[in-house]
């Protein structure tokens, strides 16, 4: 029996869908098709009913699955003992939201190559929300967002918080000295994306200081975030980590004012036999993380 048959079986079933495990095993439909195929002359048994919304096991696909897992989980282990597998290999899908791109995702994937240097590495950016719902979709293989994702298979570390500043372009007016937070909250503020985590607990914020109509900006982009607060178009409630070097040479600055509570940095990825490589890095990052937390100090990233 073919092992790399085995491993494709074990992906439909994770993934429901042929055109997604084609993608993940960079393969395609016809092949992972002919796969099944073969797998299921050679048992005798149809291991997937097939419809319009994708593939579900049979009952006999149940009682398969759970012997494939131990099969691979089984020659995983027999290379680890031959050492063979100190090195690992194969594709990786990642997502990220702006803040983990603008601050130590290039030190992660530095460390993967050189960890791995086999791993081929797929990224997507975009939002926490995004990302999250394409993970439990199949389409990504380990995110990094704001939440607990709450599912079966997948796994949450929380990695880091990340404290929230008023920030302001420091030639701006609206760098000045304001009286209260009300008279802050006056002006135009900027954030991330709408119904985000640092977007809901900003209006959440606001709301428990009797601020019930700001004008808040929803922005999609860390880095247009960025230029719309240099530019002056408002002040930016956002992580001083992703401005350290503007606030370092002077060109913006925080505002001595009580702002939105951290938000918290989360690695979730879909675990299971054959998803050693989603481990290996969720484990490099923890040390990526506690490095740039080292390296920021708590006044811009806390540690988990």
Not at 189 to 199: E, K, Y
Request: charged letters at 20%; aromatic letters at 6%.
């Amino acid at each position: 029996m073919n092992l790399r048959f085995l491993e494709t079986f074990v992906w439909v079933a994770r993934l429901g869908s042929f055109r997604l495990t084609a993608e993940k095993l960079s393969s395609t439909q016809a092949a992972i098709s002919s796969r099944i195929a073969v797998l299921e002359g050679e048992l005798g048994v149809q291991l997937f009913l097939r419809d319009p919304r994708g593939v579900t096991l049979t009952a006999d696909g149940q009682k398969v699955l759970g012997y494939a897992e131990r099969m691979i989980d089984t020659w995983h282990d027999l290379r680890k003992v031959l050492g063979q597998e100190t090195r690992l290999s194969g594709r990786i899908r990642i997502g990220a939201m702006d803040t983990v791109i603008h601050s130590w995702l290039s030190a992660l994937f530095t460390c993967v190559t050189d960890a791995h240097p086999n791993v081929e590495i797929e990224l997507l950016a975009d939002t926490a929300l995004n990302l999250s719902d394409q993970l439990l979709k199949g389409q990504l293989d380990l995110v990094f967002q704001t939440d607990l994702l709450r599912a079966e298979s997948v796994r949450n570390l929380k990695l880091a918080s990340y404290p929230i500043r008023w920030v302001v372009a420091t030639d701006s007016p609206l760098n000045r000295a304001y009286t209260s937070l009300d008279e802050l909250a006056r002006e135009r503020l900027i954030t991330f994306s709408r119904n985000s985590r640092p977007h809901q607990d900003l209006l959440n914020f606001l709301h428990q200081h009797g601020i019930s109509t700001p004008r808040v900006s929803c922005v999609n982009s860390a880095a247009a975030i960025i230029q719309l607060i240099r530019d002056g178009f408002g002040i930016g409630a956002l992580p001083p980590a992703l401005v350290s070097e503007a606030l370092k040479h002077g060109a913006l600055a925080l505002l001595p004012f009580e702002a939105p509570p951290p938000f918290a940095v989360y690695a979730s990825w879909h675990t299971g036999v054959g998803l050693t490589l989603n481990e290996a890095i969720v484990a490099l990052s923890q040390q990526v993380v506690g490095g740039f937390c080292a390296q920021v100090g708590p006044e811009q990233a806390l540690p988990a």
